[in-house]
């Protein structure tokens, strides 16, 4: 549903429209740095780390900045842990198809 979310009494994130059109508009470039004011719930935060090179988000509200960070924190070790099992499960595939000794070559 393209609704705004309530992140607490005063905060609520942007409804999903909004925030693809904002992220149409700023046409963001992976060698780009962004300064996000505004954290919020870090959804958009953690979007937009995909798309450029660093990012730096100010949230004025403790509440909504601790929650943020503990989510961002869990979506980088979720990233990770996806990472590590998709190269075992593409060194499993090499294995099979080609054998041991080009794994290192395709990889590293």
């Known amino acids: 549903a393209d609704i705004e979310i309530p992140l607490n009494n005063q905060a609520k994130m942007f409804s999903p429209k909004i925030e693809g059109r904002l992220l149409d508009a700023l046409n963001i470039k992976s060698h780009e740095t962004v300064l996000e004011i505004g954290t919020g719930s870090g959804y958009l935060t953690a979007v937009v780390a995909k798309l450029c090179q660093s990012i ?28 590590k099992v998709f190269l075992t499960q593409i060194e499993n595939l090499c294995t099979n198809l080609m054998g041991n000794n080009h794994i290192q070559k395709l990889l590293y």
Do not use: P
């Open 56 to 83: 730096t988000s100010v949230e004025i509200n403790e509440e909504l900045s601790g929650g943020a960070k503990e989510k961002l924190n869990a979506f980088m070790l979720l990233i990770k842990l996806l990472r």
